[in-house]
């Protein structure tokens, strides 16, 4: 069956620009999470949603990052006024519920020039 | 808050030398779940395996093997005979019941040389 997917693989754009991410989760799969992980680094957690419950947003850097999601589907994270400390690559991940193994996609790498 | 430390940065080898990679982990919570990833040259994170912290036995998936112990809250991975294929960078990453975000290590570059 089919992975996570995510669109664009690869985002340039310039300094003060929003941009938006997409994923697509495996599907039947209720919780959904972004992570950021940047050059030589571990992963950053950001966002979590799972089904119709408040999403967690403790990992989200500033009010610049939102991140929404319709029902047990695609979710989207938008970056709004772009700085270069936001180039990295966003990665999305899925899971049957919670505690379950998350499968990722293979990411969005944004370059902010 | 919950923490994991993978000590070693990089690791070089030559195929067929056995490799372990360590994994420390810090957390309050008496019930939480350990994992490792695999990261290849390609960037997808695949997964490896999880645990929870009311099973200690260790396991044994081919040339894999993890060591999970409570006492000293670490949860090594070990591959046998390693082969040029197993180069990449590994994770060790940590949730507990309740936060459901992975907390990831900061990752282990493992290189096997020919």
């Known amino acids: 069956g089919a992975g996570v997917s995510q669109s664009p693989s690869n985002k340039v754009t310039e300094k003060g620009k929003d941009v938006e991410l997409r994923c697509d989760p495996i599907?039947?799969?209720?919780?959904l999470y972004w992570y950021r992980q940047r050059l030589g680094q571990g992963l950053e957690f950001l966002i979590y949603?799972?089904?119709?419950?408040?999403?967690?947003k403790s990992g989200l850097p500033s009010d610049r990052f939102s991140a929404e999601r319709t029902g047990e589907s695609v979710s989207t994270l938008t970056i709004q006024r772009t700085q270069q400390e936001d180039s990295a690559v966003y990665l999305c991940?899925?899971?049957?519920?919670?505690?379950?193994?998350?499968?990722f996609g293979d990411g969005t790498r944004l370059s902010i020039l | 808050a919950q923490k994991v430390t993978q000590a070693q940065t990089e690791i070089s080898v030559v195929e067929k030398e056995d490799v372990t990679l360590d994994c420390v982990y810090e957390t309050r919570d008496t019930t939480y779940y350990l994992f490792w990833y695999k990261q290849p040259p390609s960037g997808e994170l695949v997964f490896l395996i999880r645990?929870?912290?009311?099973?200690?036995q260790n396991e044994i998936s081919g040339r894999y093997s993890w060591n999970f112990q409570k006492s000293t809250s670490s949860f090594n991975f070990t591959i046998t005979a390693s082969q040029v294929v197993d180069s990449a960078v590994y994770f060790c990453a940590l949730s507990v019941v309740g936060a459901q975000k992975l907390v990831f290590g900061q990752g282990t570059r493992l290189t096997i040389n020919p």
């Open positions: 599907s039947g799969h209720t919780a």
């Open positions: 949603f799972q089904g119709n419950s408040a999403p967690d």
């Open positions: 991940a899925s899971s049957l519920s919670r505690n379950q193994p998350q499968h």
């Open positions: 645990r929870n912290s009311f099973d200690e």
